[in-house]
């Protein structure tokens, strides 16, 4: 399973370098979306990783749908997490236990 990450050139470049492979540069929200709804398709993907300020962009209907999504999950880093769900919450989903207790 794959984890990829979807933003502007400095959001992904930290990615690259730690050695994920599937990053996605999305310099305005077109390709911002675009690139969501191929990462989506990809059976490969377990993970997604958006910046917070990205998924505020993301057309409602689309944002709903990652919200949703548990595979593959969708993480936004760089923000506040209250808007959605906090990232322990994302990972009970996708397991299915709580793996802070």
Do not use: C
Request: glycine residues 8%; negative net charge; without cysteine.
């Amino acid at each position: 399973m794959d984890i990829a990450v979807i933003g502007n050139s400095e959001f992904i470049l930290g990615f690259r370098l730690a050695g994920i492979h599937k990053t996605y540069a999305a310099e305005n929200d077109e390709r911002l979306v675009e690139h969501i709804t191929s990462v989506l398709q990809d059976n490969e993907v377990a993970i997604l990783v958006l910046n917070s300020s990205d998924m505020e962009k993301v057309p409602r209907k689309l944002r709903v749908t990652l919200e949703n999504s548990v595979k593959p999950t969708v993480i936004a880093i760089g923000g506040d997490v209250e808007g959605g769900l906090s990232m322990r919450e994302k990972i009970k989903r996708s397991v299915g236990v709580d793996l802070w207790k």
